[in-house]
Antibody, heavy 119, light 107 residues
Framework: QVQVVQSGAEVKKPGASVKVSCKASGYTFTGYYIHWVRQAPGQGLEWMGWINPHSGGTKYAQKFQGRVTMTRDTSITTAYMELRRLRSDDTAVYYC????????????WGQGSLVTVSS | DIQMTQSPSSLSASVGDRVTITCQASQDISNYLNWFQQKPGKAPKLLIYAASNLETGVTSRFSGSGSGTDFTFTISSLQPEDIATYYCQQYDDVPITFGQGTRLEIE
């Protein structure tokens, strides 16, 4: 069965970088886009971007352009999201989600990775 | 960016009630709309994709309809386990955007 497992919680200082991993299993890794979505405490869902694991091609939300990089390692069926120059308002749960049926349908979600940015 | 406006933002209903949540897009998105359920401390769960298609394994009490700019999500008979926040999401264009959420409570 499809499983998406993310790395654990992180605490970072303002200005630092964080890299969250997303290990996929139970399907052909290169066959489905992976999206990254974040959720600040008590807030709604915010899409950050996607990566095509087959080509490595990416699409980022304008808001994160220049600060985010999404990559993948097909040999270990893992996707990564790195966010740089962290600020306190980047404190959030970061989710990866595999596309399902359509590219934009986020069907299989990881458990989430809490990133706390605090001095 | 395409704005997704959900209403209501919160809703209180009784077990057995029919519950309806609406989502309006700021421009025509055809049927490129999904609905999610999120329970506290959990990841969102896909319920409906492409506006009206029930995801495998999801109860048939849930349904979706609409196209263009106006969409509806319906719970035919509210159950206690349906208590959650519900989000619509468009994928017609990037950035993908979500509605602000509807918090559903039991009266």
């Amino acid at each position: 069965q499809v499983q998406v497992v993310q790395s654990g919680a992180e605490v970072k200082k303002p200005g630092a970088s964080v890299k969250v991993s997303c290990k996929a299993s139970g399907y052909t890794f290169t066959g489905y886009y992976i999206h990254w979505v974040r959720q600040a405490p008590g807030q709604g869902l915010e899409w950050m971007g996607w990566i095509n694991p087959h080509s490595g091609g990416t699409k980022y939300a304008q808001k994160f352009q220049g600060r985010v990089t999404m990559t993948r390692d097909t040999s270990i069926t893992t996707a990564y999201m790195e966010l740089r120059r962290l600020r306190s308002d980047d404190t959030a749960v970061y989710y990866c989600a595999r596309a399902h049926v359509t590219v934009g349908s986020l069907g299989y979600w990881g458990q989430g990775s809490l990133v706390t940015v605090s001095s | 960016d395409i704005q997704m406006t959900q209403s209501p933002s919160s809703l209180s209903a009784s077990v057995g009630d029919r519950v309806t949540i609406t989502c309006q897009a700021s421009q025509d998105i055809s049927n490129y709309l999904n609905w999610f359920q999120q329970k506290p401390g959990k990841a969102p769960k896909l319920l409906i994709y492409a506006a009206s298609n029930l995801e495998t394994g999801v109860t048939s009490r849930f349904s979706g309809s609409g196209s263009g700019t106006d969409f509806t999500f319906t719970i035919s008979s509210l159950q206690p386990e349906d208590i959650a926040t519900y989000y619509c999401q468009q994928y017609d264009d990037v950035p993908i955007t979500f509605g602000q959420g509807t918090r559903l409570e039991i009266e």
